[in-house]
């Protein structure tokens, strides 16, 4: 378990990496705390649920920091490269999606529609992008957790044994390893990848389908992550970055000067999920998992804006930290959450 001066740290440089980004990004040009839709360059223009200019810019500020948090929080070069590309990949997907998706296709129902009839989507291509950075990171999750096994049981092994037998036991292993080494995981170990594949590839879906209004999806992941970077596990680092980020993008999140997007969302989401999987036992991971997935699918059907709408303490909750909370009782329009170009998050 990382220690709280390193959780602090990456905590402190991954805020100072997205309020950096984040100023540099917002326009200048505002009109009582909301940019003027001249001040912001045509390709990161947006209109919000509400119809005002917001900067798109907001989400690669976001994902910089979360990639930060990513690659500070590895203990070494070689743990950097799972949760580096879980993030990346979502980020960069997301990205594309942001700037030259189609609008007009919601839903998983509906890019898949347009897949069966041979036309490649912006959201198809970021399903595929968010799934393999999971996998990337599951995969090297699980070979990190073998190896960390075996080390463990040679130590146990040496300690219990004299120096003969500690020579027989190593001369075993020269001859056993280099014929396993090759070896394929047995079924548990792969259960192990494909639930950490879902829940990573999940949340990171489901902070997106979140972000529909300004702060929700920052709050739905911020929380969790401070829960985690103050209980003791591998990914209380991480989460303690996502802090970070989540507290220096809140400002402008809220009071609707920039938006977050399916970059920032969906970077965001597969951080926590990296998170989660780093620091929660094996049956808490399979829970999760079900769950994240349980709640995309739910998506296609359910409207959670009106579900948070028509619970007093959620709606409180939702509005906690606004500049405005008039015009807030709408729907998010169904199965368009997850996969669609961006729908006004902030």
């Not at 792969?190 to 990171?204: E, N, P, W």
Request: include cysteine.
């Amino acid at each position: 378990m990382s220690g709280p001066i390193r959780r602090w740290r990456t905590a402190l440089a991954a805020a100072a990496a997205t309020a950096a980004a984040t100023a540099a990004a917002e326009p200048e040009a505002v009109d009582h705390g909301q940019p003027e839709a001249e001040a912001v360059p045509e390709p990161w223009l947006r209109q919000n649920y509400r119809g005002r200019p917001v900067d798109l810019r907001g989400g690669p500020a976001l994902a910089g920091g979360v990639l930060l948090a990513a690659l500070q929080s590895a203990p070494d070069s070689a743990a950097t490269v799972g949760p580096t590309t879980a993030v990346a990949l979502a980020g960069a997907a997301g990205l594309l999606d942001d700037l030259r998706g189609d609008g007009s296709v919601r839903g998983l129902k509906g890019h898949l529609g347009r897949l069966r009839r041979g036309q490649v989507t912006t959201g198809v291509i970021k399903l595929v992008a968010v799934a393999v950075g999971a996998a990337v990171f599951a995969v090297t999750a699980e070979s990190a957790r073998s190896q960390r096994r075996r080390q463990e049981s040679l130590a146990v092994a040496g300690r219990a044994s004299g120096a003969g037998a500690r020579r027989r036991q190593t001369r075993r292993r020269q001859r056993v390893e280099p014929a396993s080494a090759g070896a394929s995981w047995g079924p548990g170990a792969v259960a192990r990848i494909g639930v950490d594949t879902v829940l990573v590839a999940g949340v990171a879906n489901l902070v997106n389908l979140l972000d529909l209004r300004p702060g929700r999806a920052l709050k739905a992941a911020g929380a969790p992550a401070a829960l985690l970077a103050v209980a003791p596990g591998a990914g209380g680092e991480l989460a303690a970055g996502l802090v970070g980020a989540v507290a220096a993008a809140a400002p402008s999140d809220l009071s609707e000067r920039t938006m977050l997007g399916d970059c920032g969302a969906n970077a965001l989401g597969a951080g926590l999920g990296v998170a989660l999987a780093q620091s929660l036992r094996w049956p808490a991971r399979l829970v999760l998992a079900g769950a994240a997935a349980t709640l995309v699918a739910a998506s296609e059907r359910v409207s959670f804006s009106k579900v948070i709408a028509a619970n007093p303490r959620l709606r409180r909750l939702d509005e906690w930290g606004r500049r405005n909370n008039a015009d807030d009782s709408g729907g998010d329009g169904l199965g368009g959450d997850g996969l669609g170009a961006t729908g006004g998050g902030a």
